[in-house]
């Protein structure tokens, strides 16, 4: 007696579990979207995976596959949210659901995006994305939010190199730094970065000179006095030109460089 009250208490609790198990998919399709409206995301996300198949090159799939991605996503379940929406734009992109579908698969990957000294996977599957959906819909619903995150993640993606070349810096590796932040400096849009990337590529230089055998001290010098000009000529009123000035005068008198003499090897 007490078994059959519990039972159907239970029963009464989930009013789509005889839809569910039906065998007719208008019944399950039913029961998908209850449990959906109810904020059961497991119960009809298992459903909708189940109906996806079904209605497979059917319309009603692509609708199935929207509600199904935002289950997982309030499941914070991003990697399968993100899957998901993509299938509907790769499978149904004639759907009313495409354009939102491509940005929210975009903003799945920025969802995941690391800080910038982990891996950037996710970092630029979101930039390329977010690139796809504003060529494609330049005036779209999300176009705005999509700028935003795009420059959000292209800053982390600068940072993330500002910081890798930093590495090479500070352990006195400064080939590497003076090539890395050259390499930055070919792309990078930030100006606070762009500044201290170039004083830091002259003062890397400066210091790969000095600790050069003899016969590559003087090209050295010539290239870092040319780092050191451009810097001069970039940023005139910069809070690091004292110290590259001291840098580049130290360099100078430690390597017995007469002046004149570099800036004529380098061209000057």
């Not at 198990?21 to 208008?26: P, Q, V, Y």
């Not at 000294?117 to 977010?130: G, S």
Request: glycine letters at 4%; one cysteine or more.
């Amino acid at each position: 007696m007490i078994g059959a009250l519990v039972g159907a208490l239970l029963w009464g609790c989930d009013p789509y579990r005889k839809l569910a198990r039906s065998k007719n998919l208008a019944d399950r399709d039913s029961a998908a979207f209850g449990y959906f409206r109810r904020k059961q995301y497991e119960s009809a996300s298992q459903l909708m995976e189940e109906l996806v198949g079904l209605y497979r090159g059917n319309i009603r799939a692509a609708e199935v596959l929207y509600h199904l991605a935002l289950a997982r996503m309030y499941m914070k379940d991003y990697y399968a949210a993100e899957r998901y929406f993509g299938q509907l734009v790769d499978e149904y992109p004639l759907s009313p659901r495409a354009e939102e579908a491509l940005f929210m698969q975009a903003k799945m990957n920025y969802t995941l995006s690391a800080d910038y000294d982990f891996d950037q996977k996710e970092t630029k599957r979101a930039i390329d994305k977010l690139q796809v959906y504003l060529t494609l819909y330049p005036n779209g619903r999300f176009a705005e939010e999509a700028e935003n995150m795009l420059a959000e993640m292209e800053r982390k993606l600068e940072l993330k190199a500002f910081h890798t070349a930093e590495t090479f810096y500070r352990i006195g590796r400064y080939r590497a730094a003076v090539v890395l932040y050259g390499d930055f400096l070919t792309y990078a849009t930030q100006a606070d970065l762009r500044e201290e990337a170039a004083f830091k590529r002259a003062m890397a230089a400066f210091l790969m000179a000095e600790q050069s055998i003899q016969e590559k001290q003087l090209p050295r010098f010539s290239e870092a006095e040319g780092f050191y000009r451009t810097f001069v000529k970039e940023y005139p009123n910069s809070r690091f030109l004292p110290t590259l000035q001291t840098q580049y005068e130290h360099t100078q008198r430690t390597l017995q460089v007469p002046r004149g003499t570099a800036a004529s090897a380098s061209g000057d």
